[in-house]
């Protein structure tokens, strides 16, 4: 009979923590962090090591300075990389403090009953290892290598992947597509036939005209963007912001377009209706590289700014005359893609209306607007060809979500709960890299699957939220620890950047490139993992392009030349876009085949019911989701988010900046924590807003502990893009309950 598989909080551990304190003082790993020493300790390093950050995904390039006594004393940026040049954000800074937070995961743990009750007991690596390859294999037998599938997020996932691919399986996700990007990615390539990526190849520095639609550049601190931002606004270019919040780069925009939440698609076919009606798009590119103008023309012709006015609350001069900014300014114009865009279940057809625009204005292809991307290309260190796998992410989808082009992680959780009569049934997960339950917005569903699982396996640094569901826990050493792939980001130019172990590995913890091993040798793959050092891949990769491992050890990245001249179309020149036609589609008969909306629509969505405010959120410039809000270095900067709330909503509730209340949803969930009040004129009436990733309930993260609500709780309203998956966020409503929840934060601190 299975045993129910109970949330366990890792504080529950007895002898584990009684260990690991004394192994933390033979190491000596009491020392101070790097935000004190930077005050008290004099001590100079003498040693530098390259390294690129893993506190985002930007991958910033960066060395770390180590000091005679081994202890890393800072993080710089690496002048030659063209992703940060040379300056590291704030988080990228404060990455020292994962190395030397005392809450870290510090041994491989297991899940086990003591006293009717589970908790989790101490565990070696080699008795780990092999309690995972016995059940891997025990599960491979009876339903398939396919029936193990990775969620991950970073480094960590390609090792992973290549262990899961060695052994047969590519059920293998990650929350970056389905909760973040992938509208984006699936309403880019149904117009240009090309997805957006990661880094975007968004042209700021040159150009003349940014819109952003709910993409806050300066909160959300992508490094060399936001440094090309800042120098885009120093050069005079038009920067148009749309956003129910003033957020930082509203402040700095010529227009702030405080649009009412869940009617951008309006405002964006006005957009098109005045640039079609006033014959100001760019006639001789969508004349040479595009299809559907006539069909988009009949389409628009009756979204007036008038009539999106009335839905926006957007005036209608101001409508057009930004539109007409946008025309002035083509094709060195650039209407942002934004980045995390699940908001309302139709963002696919949101960003492709973004995509339509681009193609209106010509900026796909051109100076100041999106230029073409260059990769260094790194081949995979030798080994066997993979198993082919009998099933993989597309048959989980069972059909549904025809557009998604990458796997869709709710549909994993989906195939994980063994009621749900699943064709493709999934019976074990690794988890690297990812916290779950404050990624993705179904917790009641996955507290399903996690009963149903055969195997849950967790490999992160912290002791966050999700190992608390793991069968085992093993404990990854911090990017500043390892080795990990060659960088090799697709950008302007090509670069190979190197990260290398600035320091041994602390306690227990290990590499995630070793653990991958070691579980393959368990399993009989040796021939995938044919190197005793992870040195020894990198070195190889190196020499297949014609480097060596010493001139990146003195260099930390090297900048490659483009295989193709320019990162520009030529005007002169055809293009083959990879669609249907072979053009940038304005009409899809691929999506109308397949019975959606050919060119996008509004719809109205729910409004908010009386006394409730639409709940939107989004990033802090010294925080990255969950990760960060533990750190020493960060909490120290911010340590708890607060509720954005606009001033007649206060007073009508009784709110005062600087206290406390909790928020209640529209299916009476409430925050498990109380947050503070910020009174502001700076966000609209109708809505609330909060910063994503704090609010946790691990008391082992002593500093993340109770500080701020956490979003994701509140999520429980989440609408599924019918195209590709992408779980819509934003149709949640908060109410306040503000009685007791200063004096209870007042109690508790
Ligand atoms: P984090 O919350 O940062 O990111 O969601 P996640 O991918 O879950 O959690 C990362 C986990 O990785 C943490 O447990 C951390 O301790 C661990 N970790 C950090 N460094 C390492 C490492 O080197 N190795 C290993 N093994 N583990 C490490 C992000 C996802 O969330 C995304 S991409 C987006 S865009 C969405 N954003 C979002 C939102 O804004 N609001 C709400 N409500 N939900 C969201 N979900 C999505
Ligand atoms: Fe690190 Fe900041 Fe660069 Fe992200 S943008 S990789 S956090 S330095």
């Given at each position: 009979m299975k045993t129910r598989r109970e949330f366990i909080k890792i504080s529950a551990l007895g002898i584990g923590a009684a260990a690991i304190a004394s192994q933390s003082n033979r190491w000596g790993f009491g020392l101070p962090l790097y935000a004190d020493e930077n005050k008290s300790n004099k001590s100079k390093a003498t040693k530098l090591t390259p390294t690129y950050c893993e506190v985002c995904f930007w991958k910033c390039a960066a060395w770390a300075h180590i000091n005679d006594n081994g202890k890393i004393l800072k993080l710089t940026g690496n002048a030659n990389d063209p992703q940060c040049n040379g300056r590291l954000c704030p988080r990228g800074t404060g990455g020292v403090g994962m190395v030397y937070d005392d809450d870290r995961l510090k041994t491989p743990l297991i899940r086990v009953v003591e006293n009717g009750k589970q908790t989790y007991r101490e565990a070696s690596w080699p008795e780990a290892l092999d309690y995972i390859a016995e059940k891997m294999k025990e599960i491979a037998a009876k339903n398939g290598p396919e029936s193990i599938a990775l969620f991950n997020h970073g480094s960590a996932g390609g090792h992973f992947t290549h262990l899961l691919k060695s052994f047969g399986s590519s059920t293998i996700t990650a929350p970056s597509f389905a909760q973040c990007r992938g509208p984006r990615e699936t309403g880019f390539e149904t117009t240009f036939g090309a997805q957006v990526g990661s880094p975007e190849p968004?042209?700021?520095?040159?150009?003349?005209?940014?819109?952003?639609?709910?993409?806050?550049?300066?909160?959300?601190?992508?490094?060399?963007?936001?440094?090309?931002?800042?120098?885009?606004?120093?050069?005079?270019?038009?920067?148009?912001?749309?956003?129910?919040?003033l957020s930082i780069a509203a402040n700095k925009s010529k227009y702030w377009l405080p649009i009412k939440p869940a009617t951008d698609i309006a405002l964006l076919l006005s957009w098109i209706h005045v640039l079609i009606d006033e014959e100001i798009y760019n006639k001789e590119y969508v004349a040479k590289h595009t299809m559907g103008l006539d069909q988009l023309k009949v389409h628009v012709s009756t979204f007036t700014p008038e009539w999106a006015y009335g839905i926006t609350n957007i005036k209608p001069s101001v409508i057009r005359q930004t539109a007409r900014e946008m025309a002035d300014a083509a094709p060195s114009v650039l209407i942002h893609p934004g980045r995390h865009v699940t908001w309302y279940g139709d963002d696919a057809q949101r960003s492709r209306a973004i995509a339509i625009l681009n193609g209106l204005l010509g900026s796909w292809g051109a100076r100041?607007?999106?230029?073409?991307?260059?990769?260094?290309?790194?081949?995979?260190?030798?080994?066997?060809?993979?198993?082919?796998?009998?099933?993989?992410?597309?048959?989980?989808?069972?059909?549904?979500?025809?557009?998604?082009?990458?796997?869709?992680?709710?549909?994993?959780?989906?195939?994980?709960?063994?009621?749900?009569?699943?064709?493709?049934?999934?019976?074990?997960?690794?988890?690297?890299?990812?916290?779950?339950?404050?990624?993705?917005?179904?917790?009641?569903?996955?507290?399903?699957?996690?009963?149903?699982?055969?195997l849950v396996v967790v490999v992160d640094t912290m002791p966050t939220e999700v190992t608390g569901f793991a069968d085992v826990v093993l404990p990854e050493c911090t990017y500043l620890e390892r080795h990990d792939d060659l960088r090799d980001v697709p950008h302007r130019v090509p670069t190979i950047a190197l990260r290398e172990p600035a320091i041994e590995p602390m306690w227990e913890s290990k590499p995630a490139w070793w653990i991958a091993k070691q579980i393959g040798e368990r399993l009989g793959l040796h021939d995938y993992f044919k190197y005793e050092d992870f040195e020894e891949v990198i070195s190889w990769q190196l020499q297949q392009k014609g480097l060596t491992l010493a001139e990146l050890k003195s260099k930390g990245i090297v900048v490659l030349p483009r295989h193709n001249e320019s990162p520009y179309l030529d005007p002169k020149e055809d293009y083959h876009f990879n669609t249907p036609s072979g053009k940038v589609e304005f009409y899809s008969s691929a999506l109308a085949s397949a019975g959606f909306d050919p060119i996008p629509v509004y719809t109205p969505h729910p409004e908010p019911e009386d006394g409730f405010y639409r709940l939107i959120y989004g990033r802090a410039p010294m925080h990255t989701f969950s990760r960060t809000a533990n750190n020493p270095n960060l909490t120290d900067l911010m340590d708890e988010n607060s509720v954005w709330v606009h001033p007649k909503v206060a007073s009508l509730w009784g709110l005062e900046e600087g206290k406390y209340t909790y928020l209640r949803n529209q299916d009476g969930i409430t925050s498990n924590f109380p947050i503070k009040v910020r009174v502001t004129e700076r966000i609209r009436w109708d809505s609330v807003y909060m910063v994503h990733g704090f609010g946790h309930n691990q008391k082992e993260l002593s500093r993340a502990f109770g500080k701020g609500a956490n979003d994701t709780q509140l999520i429980t309203n989440v609408m599924i893009d019918p195209m590709m998956g992408g779980t819509g966020m934003r149709g949640n409503f908060v109410t306040f309950t503000a009685t007791g929840a200063t004096e209870e934060k007042e109690a508790a601190l």
């Open positions: 968004t042209d700021i520095r040159d150009t003349r005209c940014l819109v952003l639609i709910g993409s806050h550049i300066g909160e959300n601190m992508h490094n060399a963007q936001v440094q090309e931002f800042s120098d885009a606004v120093d050069k005079g270019a038009t920067i148009i912001t749309v956003d129910p919040r100041g607007g999106f230029f073409m991307k260059a990769s260094a290309g790194i081949p995979d260190f030798p080994h066997p060809e993979y198993p082919k796998p009998k099933w993989s992410w597309p048959e989980v989808l069972n059909g549904k979500y025809p557009f998604a082009s990458m796997s869709v992680s709710n549909t994993f959780i989906e195939a994980s709960i063994s009621s749900n009569d699943n064709k493709y049934p999934i019976k074990a997960w690794f988890v690297a890299g990812t916290n779950l339950p404050v990624a993705i917005p179904m917790m009641s569903q996955m507290q399903k699957a996690l009963q149903d699982l055969e």
